[in-house]
């Protein structure tokens, strides 16, 4: 059906967007609203002695300037981490206190200090850099390698060492012995670069305090409406959950950057009970970049064994992982259980082990960023893979195929056991679109116009679709991961549906009402969707690490399933059939066989007005569900990238990028195909463009995009994308999550790329015009600005 | 943004007038360079006399030899006037690369050489092409209108009016773009006018645009691409930064100037 | 403070303004015409375009001041009665959007780009189109149906023109 389950629907929200319509945080005005601006730490790391608010107190259309120890003494609470770790030798991971306004200590250049309320943006940011700062600078730590050293300075007293946990995960000894049995290991030192989300919206918060009331309201750029309510109230002590609504209207963008509830959401609610004013704040995009989490920031050190036929007999991993100065909320998860568990990737490995050794810096705090942990794990196994193929002299294409997985479900040596999949096919494909047989005359014609042409693969398989509860609960997660929906049958027939995910651009307006019109024939434009608003909706866990398919979907067709039965009971007994051989399709309750109907419409109307119902049926038509999945969900992907290195100045054009994935059941190809296509340009962008630098001294080098490099129009071609499909039998629809997948598969397959091109192994992300010409005169990269 | 007032004159005079007495005022002219640095508070002019209005400033004419281009004409103007595509084809081609299409629409070029960014484009034809600028008081030769990074020769009280570019025999223009700001890391303008060759480079140098003497050498005998084999560029006094060390610099300026080479007719 | 008259969307708009009110805070703050967005601080995102006299321009790097008299079209006034524009319909149907945040002025840029175009009788290829994009940064769709979309509308915008020749 045109609407159904697999159509390509055009998206009903577009229109809103498309005539200037939406409705973005910033967008809101309450009347008689304040504007907030913060004072921020203009080092890395300091102790602040004092706070001279009066210059700014003086200034016409500022009504006050409040203080991290004022905060926390209103009893405002700390800021949590969501996954407690546990080191390999037993112990609890240690953490640095993360106040949301600094007491003592500021910790990163942009650390919160102080708020200033004011009648316009432009005097409270005026304001705020007239409050003068008394402050004694401290030593900093800033690059992840670096925090371990003797000696480095300690970014919090009590994280000795500044080591958060030192995590592992596999067999050790056998591990060890496999590698030293391997007739050939293969070593790579791999960076993964800092890089900042840079959703287009910059973060925004509205907050209304109801004196009469003493309720507050936060319009507030989120992900997750629920859980920002849930950790406000209990944790951060704003408000009882009941007294505090949270609404996250259109929100442009988030990529994991706006899960986190940060210092400036709880600043904001709490001065606006302060002042009695509303207060609202919005970034600006050089305030995003030293308050947004940052995402990845890996050193890594990996060998992988393979016997004298190129099968991997073992696999180990040495990893230290930047946290930045406080840990956020996922960011104990993303290098430990979100990384780990993926170091199969898409092969048979019999051995594996390996550790992280997470490290507080005096830099922006690092958290979930698309993908969270399986880019990180994709880009180390996918260059081990090509490096070792060129190593040995094998085609990378034959060494992958020779260690693929087989048969499935598979059971990892990493905790995970893989639902479905088969990478043979994805790779077969693949091969076909990118035309790699004819490659090498591809390869000959441009180095005849003086270029450099290189191809490179990356396959890979991704846990996605968090998560099942009890299993995240045993590894340590504070929260569960179900998602919820109610499905409402109004009296004339028309269907709402209230989810507890998020669309921030996955079109979900869209796509969730294709379940109910295909489940039930009905025109999708009978169909809404209600989210982001937590007097509305019942509680979710909102979208982030690719859940919206595989739970938030799921949730819906439980539910949906519950409103047929009970559709059917009624339907039987207007009718006067069994319920058995009643069919709803086409928007009608049919007996099979017969030509007796009603329509929908109709049974909504008889659930209403209860006049003829079943003995002992409640009247009404509304279910609910909450879906606790089984297990994750594991897409995966083959990916090829062909690149033109200029080796005069080492640009590189990505000229053909082909992507075959395999997400199960696809229920809008049109969504999903552009889920992939913005993934792999953030993954392009990872490979060659973006990079978050710090000085030694931890000042933020690249604060604004004149020097943060986001991927154009012109830096990415055309792409070319097939799937394949092995359904998750997991969850109603076998769909597996697709968001994040472009983000993990892209990187390494350019990289292989270009330096398959320029013939050297030696490159780090990203791979910048200057790198890879740094590479080609045979130097090491420089890492830094000098 | 700090308080400013902001003034519209109709006429230099009244627009000199007006930066002549007050100590903080600026000229407006696209406001592409000048309004970002006002709104990140690293400029807080107390007036703006904003002189795109000004009749005189606009404008394109050809003639004897030469190009007149108003001070207030936008870069998208330069690009697709049929004078500068007629008689210096590798100006409109420049003007054509500077920032992006809205960047174009509102940007000047009395705006960018006032403004001596050593990153931006039109300083290297200017003195590339060995143009005079014109201004409210005098007319400044190119050589002497640059002075370093951000300055130039202008007194407080002086605004260009024009800039005067004599047509060359044969000139090309190639820039090597930072991939983040899309301002020039090493752009260079060739030129052979009147019988000289000129060689201008900005994007590079830790001064600003500057001209090389080895390639003008080499090219004077020889204008093309082969001539810059045995050229050497230095890295003394070439900018570094996180986009590109020194070194970097110095081969992309060799890189730029034989494709500039190739882009002059 | 200044005294602007403006023509917004067809309509005469006249406010005293602070100098140094930004056009993007005029519209946003001033006229409520909050689909202009602003996503960024050193004029290289895109997402404020808007028409100023016929030309796309980054409405957060002009002054509302200096624009006594002009002529100003935001994606409020792009649609043509009830319909939308056939830049508008092409992104819809290309799926040239996810969050929406950027898509006003890639909308606007790319009736523009498609009007310079046509006036030069230069072919608007796809190639051309990504680099005509330069200024506008797009976080979500990856730019592939951004680009389609645009040279859809392009051909339909050239019928239309032809048609009313």
Same mark, same amino acid.
């Given at each position: 059906?045109?609407?159904?389950?697999?159509?390509?629907?055009?998206?009903?929200?577009?229109?809103?967007?498309?005539?200037?319509?939406?409705?973005?945080?910033?967008?809101?005005?309450?009347?008689?609203?304040?504007?907030?601006?913060?004072?921020?730490?203009?080092?890395?790391?300091?102790?602040?002695?004092?706070?001279?608010?009066?210059?700014?107190?003086?200034?016409?259309?500022?009504?006050?300037?409040?203080?991290?120890?004022?905060?926390?003494?209103?009893?405002?609470?700390?800021?949590?981490?969501?996954?407690?770790?546990?080191?390999?030798?037993?112990?609890?991971?240690?953490?640095?206190?993360?106040?949301?306004?600094?007491?003592?200590?500021?910790?990163?250049?942009?650390?919160?200090?102080?708020?200033?309320?004011?009648?316009?943006?432009?005097?409270?940011?005026?304001?705020?850099?007239?409050?003068?700062?008394?402050?004694?600078?401290?030593?900093?730590?800033?690059?992840?390698?670096?925090?371990?050293?003797?000696?480095?300075?300690?970014?919090?007293?009590?994280?000795?060492?500044?080591?958060?946990?030192?995590?592992?995960?596999?067999?050790?000894?056998?591990?060890?012995?496999?590698?030293?049995?391997?007739?050939?290991?293969?070593?790579?030192?791999?960076?993964?670069?800092?890089?900042?989300?840079?959703?287009?919206?910059?973060?925004?918060?509205?907050?209304?305090?109801?004196?009469?009331?003493?309720?507050?309201?936060?319009?507030?750029?989120?992900?997750?409406?629920?859980?920002?309510?849930?950790?406000?109230?209990?944790?951060?002590?704003?408000?009882?959950?009941?007294?505090?609504?949270?609404?996250?209207?259109?929100?442009?963008?988030?990529?994991?950057?706006?899960?986190?509830?940060?210092?400036?959401?709880?600043?904001?609610?709490?001065?606006?009970?302060?002042?009695?004013?509303?207060?609202?704040?919005?970034?600006?995009?050089?305030?995003?970049?030293?308050?947004?989490?940052?995402?990845?920031?890996?050193?890594?050190?990996?060998?992988?064994?393979?016997?004298?036929?190129?099968?991997?007999?073992?696999?180990?991993?040495?990893?230290?992982?930047?946290?930045?100065?406080?840990?956020?909320?996922?960011?104990?998860?993303?290098?430990?259980?979100?990384?780990?568990?993926?170091?199969?990737?898409?092969?048979?490995?019999?051995?594996?082990?390996?550790?992280?050794?997470?490290?507080?810096?005096?830099?922006?705090?690092?958290?979930?960023?698309?993908?969270?942990?399986?880019?990180?794990?994709?880009?180390?196994?996918?260059?081990?893979?090509?490096?070792?193929?060129?190593?040995?002299?094998?085609?990378?294409?034959?060494?992958?195929?020779?260690?693929?997985?087989?048969?499935?479900?598979?059971?990892?040596?990493?905790?995970?056991?893989?639902?479905?999949?088969?990478?043979?096919?994805?790779?077969?494909?693949?091969?076909?679109?990118?035309?790699?047989?004819?490659?090498?005359?591809?390869?000959?014609?441009?180095?005849?116009?003086?270029?450099?042409?290189?191809?490179?693969?990356?396959?890979?398989?991704?846990?996605?679709?968090?998560?099942?509860?009890?299993?995240?609960?045993?590894?340590?997660?504070?929260?569960?991961?179900?998602?919820?929906?109610?499905?409402?049958?109004?009296?004339?027939?028309?269907?709402?549906?209230?989810?507890?995910?998020?669309?921030?651009?996955?079109?979900?307006?869209?796509?969730?009402?294709?379940?109910?019109?295909?489940?039930?024939?009905?025109?999708?434009?009978?169909?809404?969707?209600?989210?982001?608003?937590?007097?509305?909706?019942?509680?979710?866990?909102?979208?982030?690490?690719?859940?919206?398919?595989?739970?938030?979907?799921?949730?819906?067709?439980?539910?949906?399933?519950?409103?047929?039965?009970?559709?059917?009971?009624?339907?039987?007994?207007?009718?006067?059939?069994?319920?058995?051989?009643?069919?709803?399709?086409?928007?009608?309750?049919?007996?099979?066989?017969?030509?007796?109907?009603?329509?929908?419409?109709?049974?909504?109307?008889?659930?209403?007005?209860?006049?003829?119902?079943?003995?002992?049926?409640?009247?009404?038509?509304?279910?609910?569900?909450?879906?606790?999945?089984?297990?994750?969900?594991?897409?995966?992907?083959?990916?090829?990238?062909?690149?033109?290195?200029?080796?005069?100045?080492?640009?590189?054009?990505?000229?053909?990028?082909?992507?075959?994935?395999?997400?199960?059941?696809?229920?809008?190809?049109?969504?999903?195909?552009?889920?992939?296509?913005?993934?792999?340009?953030?993954?392009?962008?990872?490979?060659?463009?973006?990079?978050?630098?710090?000085?030694?001294?931890?000042?933020?080098?690249?604060?604004?995009?004149?020097?943060?490099?986001?991927?154009?129009?012109?830096?990415?071609?055309?792409?070319?994308?097939?799937?394949?499909?092995?359904?998750?039998?997991?969850?109603?629809?076998?769909?597996?999550?697709?968001?994040?997948?472009?983000?993990?598969?892209?990187?390494?397959?350019?990289?292989?790329?270009?330096?398959?091109?320029?013939?050297?192994?030696?490159?780090?992300?990203?791979?910048?015009?200057?790198?890879?010409?740094?590479?080609?005169?045979?130097?090491?990269?420089?890492?830094?600005?000098? | 943004?700090?308080?400013?007032?902001?003034?519209?004159?109709?006429?230099?005079?009244?627009?000199?007038?007006?930066?002549?007495?007050?100590?903080?005022?600026?000229?407006?002219?696209?406001?592409?360079?000048?309004?970002?640095?006002?709104?990140?508070?690293?400029?807080?002019?107390?007036?703006?006399?904003?002189?795109?209005?000004?009749?005189?400033?606009?404008?394109?004419?050809?003639?004897?030899?030469?190009?007149?281009?108003?001070?207030?004409?936008?870069?998208?103007?330069?690009?697709?006037?049929?004078?500068?595509?007629?008689?210096?084809?590798?100006?409109?081609?420049?003007?054509?690369?500077?920032?992006?299409?809205?960047?174009?629409?509102?940007?000047?070029?009395?705006?960018?050489?006032?403004?001596?960014?050593?990153?931006?484009?039109?300083?290297?034809?200017?003195?590339?092409?060995?143009?005079?600028?014109?201004?409210?008081?005098?007319?400044?030769?190119?050589?002497?209108?640059?002075?370093?990074?951000?300055?130039?020769?202008?007194?407080?009280?002086?605004?260009?009016?024009?800039?005067?570019?004599?047509?060359?025999?044969?000139?090309?223009?190639?820039?090597?773009?930072?991939?983040?700001?899309?301002?020039?890391?090493?752009?260079?303008?060739?030129?052979?006018?009147?019988?000289?060759?000129?060689?201008?480079?900005?994007?590079?140098?830790?001064?600003?645009?500057?001209?090389?003497?080895?390639?003008?050498?080499?090219?004077?005998?020889?204008?093309?691409?082969?001539?810059?084999?045995?050229?050497?560029?230095?890295?003394?006094?070439?900018?570094?930064?996180?986009?590109?060390?020194?070194?970097?610099?110095?081969?992309?300026?060799?890189?730029?100037?034989?494709?500039?080479?190739?882009?002059?007719? | 403070?200044?005294?602007?008259?403006?023509?917004?969307?067809?309509?005469?708009?006249? /406010?005293? =303004?602070?100098?140094? &009110?930004? !056009?993007?805070?005029? +519209?946003?703050?001033?006229?409520?015409? *909050?689909?202009?967005? $602003?996503?960024?601080?050193?004029?290289?995102?895109?997402?404020?375009?808007?028409?100023?006299?016929? /030309?796309? =321009?980054?409405?957060? &790097?002009? !002054?509302?001041?200096? +624009?006594?008299?002009?002529?100003?079209? *935001?994606?409020?006034? $792009?649609?043509?009665?009830?319909?939308?524009?056939?830049?508008?319909?092409?992104?819809?149907?290309?799926?040239?959007?996810?969050?929406?945040?950027?898509?006003?002025?890639?909308?606007?840029?790319?009736?523009?780009?498609?009007?310079?175009?046509?006036?030069?009788?230069?072919?608007?290829?796809?190639?051309?189109?990504?680099?005509?994009?330069?200024?506008?940064?797009?976080?979500?769709?990856?730019?592939?149906?951004?680009?389609?979309?645009?040279?859809?509308?392009?051909?339909?915008?050239?019928?239309?023109?032809?048609?009313?020749?």
């Amino acid at each position: 059906m045109s609407d159904g389950i697999g159509a390509r629907v055009a998206r009903k929200e577009d229109k809103r967007f498309l005539t200037g319509k939406g409705k973005y945080t910033d967008d809101f005005r309450v009347e008689n609203q304040a504007y907030a601006a913060f004072v921020r730490s203009p080092v890395a790391h300091a102790k602040i002695t004092g706070i001279d608010a009066s210059a700014a107190l003086a200034m016409e259309g500022v009504i006050a300037v409040h203080t991290g120890p004022e905060m926390k003494d209103d009893g405002i609470g700390d800021i949590i981490t969501g996954w407690a770790i546990t080191s390999k030798d037993g112990n609890p991971m240690q953490c640095g206190v993360w106040n949301p306004m600094v007491t003592t200590y500021a910790r990163y250049v942009g650390d919160a200090i102080a708020v200033v309320a004011a009648e316009s943006q432009d005097i409270a940011r005026r304001a705020a850099e007239m409050v003068e700062l008394d402050y004694e600078e401290l030593p900093a730590t800033v690059f992840a390698d670096k925090a371990l050293a003797d000696g480095a300075p300690q970014v919090h007293e009590n994280v000795p060492g500044n080591l958060i946990f030192n995590w592992e995960i596999g067999d050790e000894a056998k591990t060890e012995a496999a590698m030293a049995g391997a007739a050939h290991v293969t070593t790579l030192d791999i960076t993964n670069n800092r890089l900042s989300p840079n959703a287009m919206e910059p973060r925004s918060a509205v907050a209304i305090y109801d004196e009469a009331e003493d309720h507050y309201t936060l319009y507030t750029t989120s992900q997750n409406p629920h859980v920002a309510r849930l950790v406000l109230s209990a944790f951060y002590q704003v408000a009882p959950e009941h007294k505090l609504r949270v609404i996250a209207p259109d929100v442009g963008g988030g990529f994991g950057s706006k899960i986190y509830i940060y210092p400036e959401e709880i600043a904001c609610l709490w001065a606006s009970m302060k002042t009695g004013r509303s207060v609202k704040w919005t970034s600006d995009r050089s305030e995003a970049f030293m308050t947004d989490a940052h995402g990845r920031d890996h050193v890594t050190t990996a060998k992988m064994g393979f016997d004298a036929d190129g099968r991997i007999v073992g696999f180990h991993v040495d990893t230290i992982a930047n946290i930045g100065a406080y840990v956020s909320l996922f960011a104990t998860a993303t290098p430990t259980y979100l990384y780990g568990t993926l170091w199969s990737g898409t092969y048979d490995i019999p051995a594996i082990y390996g550790t992280v050794r997470a490290v507080h810096t005096n830099t922006v705090p690092v958290d979930a960023y698309r993908g969270a942990g399986r880019p990180e794990a994709t880009y180390m196994m996918e260059r081990m893979m090509e490096t070792a193929a060129r190593e040995m002299g094998m085609d990378p294409a034959e060494l992958r195929r020779k260690n693929f997985i087989k048969e499935f479900p598979y059971q990892t040596q990493v905790l995970l056991q893989y639902d479905s999949g088969d990478y043979f096919t994805l790779l077969d494909m693949a091969q076909k679109h990118a035309k790699v047989d004819e490659f090498p005359a591809r390869k000959a014609e441009a180095a005849q116009r003086g270029k450099l042409r290189g191809i490179g693969y990356s396959t890979f398989v991704e846990a996605c679709g968090l998560a099942p509860s009890a299993a995240a609960g045993s590894l340590g997660a504070g929260v569960g991961l179900w998602e919820s929906a109610e499905v409402r049958v109004n009296p004339v027939g028309t269907v709402e549906i209230l989810t507890g995910s998020h669309s921030h651009g996955q079109g979900h307006e869209t796509t969730f009402a294709q379940l109910a019109a295909d489940r039930f024939g009905l025109p999708i434009d009978n169909v809404a969707i209600v989210h982001g608003d937590t007097d509305k909706v019942q509680f979710g866990m909102g979208t982030y690490g690719s859940r919206s398919g595989p739970v938030g979907m799921s949730a819906i067709m439980k539910a949906l399933d519950k409103v047929e039965e009970k559709a059917k009971k009624i339907a039987a007994h207007v009718l006067e059939a069994s319920e058995d051989d009643i069919v709803i399709e086409g928007g009608e309750a049919k007996v099979a066989g017969t030509d007796k109907k009603m329509g929908w419409h109709e049974i909504g109307l008889a659930a209403y007005t209860a006049h003829n119902l079943p003995d002992g049926m409640e009247p009404g038509l509304k279910e609910t569900s909450f879906f606790d999945p089984a297990n994750f969900s594991f897409p995966s992907g083959a990916l090829i990238c062909e690149v033109e290195v200029d080796p005069d100045t080492g640009v590189t054009e990505v000229v053909q990028f082909t992507a075959v994935d395999d997400f199960g059941t696809i229920v809008n190809p049109m969504i999903v195909e552009g889920q992939v296509h913005g993934g792999v340009t953030q993954g392009i962008g990872q490979a060659m463009l973006e990079q978050v630098v710090y000085d030694e001294d931890g000042q933020l080098i690249t604060g604004s995009y004149m020097d943060y490099c986001m991927p154009r129009a012109a830096d990415v071609p055309a792409f070319t994308l097939d799937h394949g499909c092995t359904p998750s039998p997991l969850n109603p629809l076998g769909v597996k999550g697709c968001g994040e997948a472009g983000a993990i598969g892209a990187p390494p397959a350019v990289i292989n790329a270009i330096t398959d091109a320029i013939g050297t192994n030696d490159l780090q992300m990203p791979a910048t015009p200057l790198a890879v010409w740094t590479a080609l005169q045979g130097a090491k990269t420089p890492m830094a600005a000098e | 943004m700090y308080p400013t007032k902001y003034h519209k004159p109709g006429s230099v005079p009244d627009a000199v007038a007006l930066l002549a007495g007050s100590e903080g005022a600026k000229v407006l002219s696209g406001g592409q360079t000048l309004l970002p640095t006002m709104k990140q508070h690293l400029a807080a002019p107390g007036d703006l006399v904003d002189v795109r209005g000004i009749a005189e400033l606009n404008g394109i004419s050809a003639g004897d030899g030469t190009v007149t281009i108003g001070a207030a004409t936008r870069h998208m103007d330069v690009a697709t006037s049929a004078d500068v595509k007629a008689h210096i084809p590798a100006l409109a081609a420049l003007a054509s690369g500077i920032g992006d299409p809205a960047v174009r629409a509102m940007g000047t070029l009395g705006g960018s050489i006032a403004n001596n960014d050593p990153a931006a484009d039109y300083p290297a034809a200017v003195l590339g092409l060995g143009a005079i600028v014109v201004t409210s008081k005098r007319e400044i030769a190119a050589e002497d209108f640059f002075q370093g990074m951000f300055t130039t020769a202008l007194e407080e009280d002086e605004i260009v009016t024009a800039v005067r570019f004599p047509v060359p025999k044969r000139a090309g223009y190639s820039k090597f773009r930072n991939p983040a700001s899309l301002y020039a890391m090493a752009g260079v303008f060739v030129a052979e006018t009147g019988g000289a060759v000129r060689v201008a480079v900005t994007g590079a140098g830790e001064d600003g645009v500057f001209r090389h003497d080895g390639m003008e050498a080499a090219l004077s005998s020889d204008f093309s691409a082969g001539a810059l084999d045995g050229v050497s560029i230095s890295e003394d006094g070439m900018l570094s930064d996180i986009h590109g060390t020194a070194a970097y610099r110095a081969n992309l300026v060799k890189v730029m100037a034989k494709r500039a080479l190739a882009n002059a007719g | 403070m200044t005294d602007v008259k403006m023509t917004v969307n067809g309509k005469t708009v006249s /406010r005293e =303004v602070p100098d140094t &009110t930004l !056009l993007s805070e005029y +519209l946003r703050e001033h006229l409520r015409l *909050t689909g202009t967005h $602003v996503g960024c601080d050193t004029s290289q995102c895109g997402a404020c375009v808007v028409h100023v006299d016929g /030309r796309a =321009v980054k409405s957060c &790097t002009v !002054l509302a001041a200096s +624009l006594d008299g002009a002529d100003v079209t *935001t994606i409020e006034g $792009v649609a043509q009665g009830g319909e939308l524009h056939p830049m508008q319909a092409a992104f819809n149907t290309h799926h040239g959007l996810q969050c929406g945040f950027c898509t006003p002025g890639m909308i606007m840029a790319g009736i523009d780009m498609v009007n310079r175009y046509q006036a030069e009788g230069r072919e608007l290829t796809q190639s051309a189109i990504r680099h005509e994009l330069e200024g506008n940064i797009c976080r979500c769709t990856g730019y592939h149906n951004i680009v389609n979309a645009i040279e859809d509308a392009a051909g339909q915008m050239a019928g239309m023109s032809k048609a009313a020749e």
